[in-house]
């Protein structure tokens, strides 16, 4: 499984990253706002997840789901 963690390191982004380290979640970190832009995230932070790109909340409802 991969997992892309895109973040800008805003207080969200924090919060996510922290919750992804307490289930112990393997993943990697991308800062690239142009690449978040042409995946259609048009916040911080989000995941990608084998592909499937979810916003904050659908982020934090999947590593909660974990």
């Not at 991969?2 to 990253?17: A, D």
């Not at 690239?32 to 659908?58: T, Y």
Request: net charge positive; proline share 3%; charged share 25%.
């Amino acid at each position: 499984m991969k997992i892309i963690f895109y973040s800008t390191h805003c207080p969200k982004c924090r919060m996510l990253e922290m919750k992804l380290k307490q289930k112990s979640i393997v993943y990697e970190e991308c800062n690239d706002v142009s690449e978040m832009l042409s995946l259609g995230l048009h916040s911080a932070p989000g995941l990608s997840v084998d592909g499937k790109v979810m916003d904050f909340k659908e982020s934090v409802n999947w590593v909660n789901g974990r």
